[in-house]
């Protein structure tokens, strides 16, 4: 038998999540993911944006007609339904705003500058709000809207989840956000500690899902379901008579407010992660 073969039989599956050979690996691996031009940053945004609007998507198709079950079960069904966005975009290599923890690790280790890590931000943020949005509109284009039946349809569901976050307090929304932040980078993170594509799906199941069944929020993921929830709104069709009842109406000023305050809550997740991971890759720590 080959070593490649003895390593791999006798291994773990997972490499220590924190630990100094992992730290270095994600160090490296975040160097070179800030160091790609502008457009690989950008369409690997997009491709992103694209797969968690459609986690959302999905949230919202088995809600719709949930209303029998529990708060509680609707919340964790939704999570499950939501975990596949993201662990699509792990595995098909998008890259996500406020969910890349190995950038964060190679700036908190000074393997790249601030400057660096905020072009790199920025650019995905770009590619991330292409893919979702764009996503929404391909969902509305296709009619999804009007799968299911009156007051039950697709369309419906997507305006309340919308209204619901439009209508949180802003304090409220921006700490769901930090959260919500910290848990995506988690799932990320320990998904790269796994050697094998089950164990990067099996570790990213339990943080994906705690994100939509906690009711915490990702700004990126908040793109979609506003541009879906204002197109719905906005061309309501054969819905409009069941719109005027039992769906709020939402505003593009509350819904633009609702993404700003999720996206600097996002923010402040990565700050504090950056402060965490500055610990763990201290020098003085043999990192």
């Not at 098909?92 to 890349?100: I, P, R, S, T």
């Not at 930090?178 to 993170?189: P, Y």
């Not at 069709?237 to 039992?246: E, K, Y």
Request: proline letters at 3%.
């Amino acid at each position: 038998m080959s070593e490649s073969s003895d390593e791999a039989a006798g291994a773990p599956d997972v490499d220590g999540l924190f630990s100094t050979a992992m730290a270095r690996a994600g160090t490296a691996a975040g160097a070179a993911r800030a160091a790609r031009d502008t457009r690989a940053l950008i369409v690997w945004g997009v491709l992103g944006g694209a797969l968690i609007g459609l986690g959302m998507n999905l949230m919202t198709v088995v809600l719709t007609g949930a209303g029998g079950l529990s708060w509680g079960a609707g919340q964790l069904l939704a999570g499950g339904a939501f975990a596949v966005g993201l662990i699509l975009a792990v595995l098909c290599g998008g890259d996500l705003f406020a969910g890349d923890p190995l950038t964060i690790v190679a700036c908190a280790s000074r393997r790249i500058s601030v400057g660096r890590l905020a072009r790199a931000w920025v650019l995905v943020y770009l590619g991330n709000v292409i893919g979702a949005v764009g996503l929404a509109a391909l969902a509305w284009l296709s009619g999804q809207q009007y799968f299911g039946s009156g007051n039950t349809a697709v369309g419906v569901t997507a305006l309340r989840l919308a209204a619901g976050n439009v209508a949180s307090l802003p304090v409220d929304l921006f700490f769901l956000a930090v959260v919500g932040g910290v848990l995506t980078c988690l799932a990320v993170w320990m998904a790269f500690g796994a050697r094998t594509v089950a164990g990067k799906v099996l570790l990213l199941v339990p943080a994906a899902t705690a994100i939509a069944a906690g009711g915490f929020d990702h700004s990126i993921a908040n793109w979609y379901a506003q541009a879906y929830a204002l197109a719905v709104d906005t061309w309501p069709g054969r819905l409009g008579t069941f719109l005027s009842v039992d769906a709020p109406h939402i505003s593009p000023a509350g819904a633009l407010l609702s993404i700003v305050v999720t996206t600097f809550g996002n923010l402040a997740g990565i700050a504090l992660l950056v402060v965490v991971l500055r610990w763990l890759v201290d020098p003085r720590r043999g990192i």
